[in-house]
């Protein structure tokens, strides 16, 4: 049957890379008589590493091809148990609905599952199931999570109200003392506090008025013995008729999940974008009304003012979303307003990059720079560069993502290393 060693080897190799359980009879028989032909003329033939682990997961024979491409993964155990990277990352996306964070999927994971051999947890370790996901996949489900969360939130309001709408459920608020119905007048916290919806209000309002940078972890519950911080739900629902106050809400909660991002993975590509353009409202009615570009670019290069009627007031758009930066130039068509700009922070649309649209901007504007840094922005100091940065967190070092200098963001001092520049703000108390 096997007419030389070299056929010997690779009927028996063949055999041994195959999954056992899957032998046919001639299979298995050829690989029988290669081991009495070996026993007999005593050959020493080359033998691959025979595999005879098994998915942990899956339960089915790791192959050569899968260790060789580097698609497996050691389990966090003393048993020497494996499994395919994919049957783990299909397993973290079974617990989607449980995805409020990375971490709580780590935990539940190795709740549910244990080593049958050792019996330990913690079997799957938190970097193993971090490398399953990118950055990206990371952001877009615990944002359905927390969409899921606020739906579900939404729906069981509604439900209650629905099903005692005819019942008188009477109830002091607790900042008021008023006796009211909670039906028509009141709401329950998620903490499980209730105040009429008129206080709630005021209460949110005046911490927003009284700071403008407000963080929406600094919006407690207005129960002295309580304190929880308010969930994005409770704040969405409680001033669901104010359009602007969500609006900015959203935003703040935008800007909140991009910085938890960001001190996670500081390496992300991912960038926080505010859209520069304008809209005009109506004042009685609140109607949006969109401003061409053309109207919009000229008003910004000061040629022409944008044309207004009486019940009408021009608005900031300031919609905020994450990016993910992977082009040095990339056009965006904002969602509210419809206005066009370049996502490096360019306020409009450039034929030439982004540095050469800045350095026009600068020398036919002279109001330009300055406006832009008491918003907060600065410009990089490289004279062949001038990209717009703002520093949304962090220390006072800044990096420039075009030409990679280092440079201090209160007064510009710039060098090639970052070492140079944190000396500098150290010396100078920056």
Same mark, same amino acid.
């Given at each position: 049957? *096997?007419?030389?060693?070299?056929?010997?080897?690779?009927?028996?190799?063949?055999?041994? +890379?195959?999954?056992?359980? #899957?032998?046919?009879?001639?299979?298995?028989?050829?690989?029988?008589?290669?081991?009495?032909?070996?026993?007999?003329?005593? %050959?020493?033939?080359?033998?691959?590493?025979?595999?005879? &682990?098994?998915?942990?997961?899956?339960?089915?024979?790791?192959?050569?091809?899968?260790?060789?491409?580097?698609?497996?993964? #050691?389990?966090?155990?003393?048993?020497?148990?494996?499994?395919?990277?994919?049957?783990?990352?299909?397993?973290?996306?079974? $617990?989607?609905?449980?995805?409020?964070?990375?971490? $709580?999927?780590? &935990?539940?994971?190795? /709740?549910?599952?244990?080593? #049958?051999?050792?019996?330990?947890?913690?079997?799957?370790?938190?970097?193993?199931?971090? +490398? &399953?996901?990118?950055?990206?996949? @990371?952001?877009?489900?615990? *944002? %359905?999570?927390?969409?899921?969360? $606020?739906?579900?939130?939404?729906?069981e309001q509604k439900a209650f109200e629905s099903n005692n709408k005819n019942q008188v459920i009477e109830?002091?608020?607790?900042?008021?003392?008023?006796?009211?119905?909670?039906?028509? %007048?009141?709401?329950?916290?998620?903490?499980?506090?209730?105040?009429?919806?008129?206080?709630?209000?005021?209460?949110?309002?005046?911490?927003?008025? %009284?700071?403008?940078?407000?963080?929406?972890?600094?919006?407690?519950?207005?129960?002295?013995?309580?304190? $929880?911080?308010?969930?994005?739900?409770? @704040?969405?629902?409680?001033?669901?008729?104010d359009k602007q106050m969500i609006e900015k809400l959203e935003q703040k909660n935008i800007i909140s999940?991009f910085e938890k991002m960001k001190r996670e993975n500081p390496e992300s590509l991912e960038v926080l974008?505010?859209?520069?353009?304008?809209?005009?409202? +109506?004042?009685?009615?609140?109607?949006?009304?969109?401003?061409?570009?053309?109207?919009?670019?000229?008003?910004?290069?000061?040629?022409?003012?944008?044309?207004?009627?009486?019940?009408?007031?021009?608005?900031?758009?300031?919609?905020? *979303?994450?990016?993910?930066?992977?082009?040095?130039?990339?056009?965006?068509?904002?969602?509210?307003?419809?206005?066009?700009?370049?996502?490096?922070?360019?306020?409009?649309?450039?034929?030439?990059?982004?540095?050469?649209?800045?350095?026009?901007?600068?020398?036919?504007? #002279?109001?330009?720079?300055?406006?832009?840094?008491?918003?907060?922005?600065?410009?990089?100091?490289?004279?062949?560069?001038?990209?717009?940065?703002?520093?949304?967190?962090?220390?006072?070092?800044? /990096?420039?993502?075009?030409?990679?200098?280092?440079?201090? *963001?209160?007064?510009?001092?710039?060098?090639?290393?970052?070492?140079?520049?944190?000396?500098?703000?150290?010396?100078?108390?920056?």
């Amino acid at each position: 049957m *096997f007419e030389n060693r070299l056929e010997l080897e690779e009927g028996l190799n063949k055999v041994f +890379q195959s999954d056992y359980q #899957k032998l046919d009879q001639i299979e298995f028989y050829k690989c029988v008589q290669a081991i009495q032909i070996l026993c007999k003329q005593r %050959n020493q033939v080359k033998i691959k590493q025979i595999t005879s &682990m098994l998915c942990y997961i899956c339960q089915r024979f790791i192959n050569q091809d899968d260790k060789e491409q580097r698609q497996i993964s #050691k389990l966090d155990c003393n048993c020497n148990n494996y499994c395919h990277k994919l049957c783990l990352k299909k397993l973290i996306l079974e $617990k989607k609905d449980e995805f409020e964070s990375l971490q $709580k999927i780590f &935990m539940v994971i190795n /709740t549910d599952i244990k080593c #049958k051999q050792c019996g330990s947890s913690d079997i799957y370790s938190f970097s193993i199931i971090k +490398q &399953m996901l990118s950055d990206k996949e @990371i952001k877009i489900l615990e *944002f %359905n999570y927390f969409e899921a969360l $606020k739906q579900k939130t939404i729906c069981e309001q509604k439900a209650f109200e629905s099903n005692n709408k005819n019942q008188v459920i009477e109830f002091e608020c607790a900042i008021c003392s008023e006796d009211l119905d909670l039906n028509t %007048n009141g709401y329950i916290l998620q903490c499980g506090c209730q105040f009429c919806r008129d206080c709630l209000k005021q209460h949110i309002d005046f911490l927003f008025k %009284n700071n403008q940078n407000l963080e929406l972890e600094s919006i407690f519950c207005p129960t002295v013995n309580c304190k $929880k911080v308010l969930n994005f739900e409770d @704040i969405s629902f409680i001033l669901k008729d104010d359009k602007q106050m969500i609006e900015k809400l959203e935003q703040k909660n935008i800007i909140s999940m991009f910085e938890k991002m960001k001190r996670e993975n500081p390496e992300s590509l991912e960038v926080l974008i505010v859209c520069p353009g304008k809209y005009k409202i +109506q004042k009685e009615s609140g109607q949006i009304i969109y401003i061409p570009q053309d109207q919009l670019d000229k008003e910004r290069q000061g040629k022409a003012k944008i044309p207004l009627l009486e019940n009408e007031s021009i608005q900031d758009c300031n919609l905020t *979303f994450i990016q993910e930066r992977t082009q040095q130039k990339l056009f965006h068509k904002c969602s509210k307003c419809k206005y066009e700009f370049c996502l490096n922070n360019c306020d409009s649309l450039h034929e030439n990059s982004c540095s050469d649209y800045q350095r026009w901007k600068i020398e036919n504007n #002279k109001d330009y720079r300055k406006e832009l840094e008491a918003q907060g922005f600065r410009f990089c100091p490289n004279q062949n560069c001038c990209v717009i940065t703002q520093r949304i967190y962090g220390c006072n070092r800044i /990096t420039c993502t075009m030409c990679n200098i280092s440079y201090c *963001f209160v007064c510009y001092f710039q060098a090639q290393t970052a070492n140079e520049v944190y000396t500098h703000m150290v010396q100078q108390g920056h």
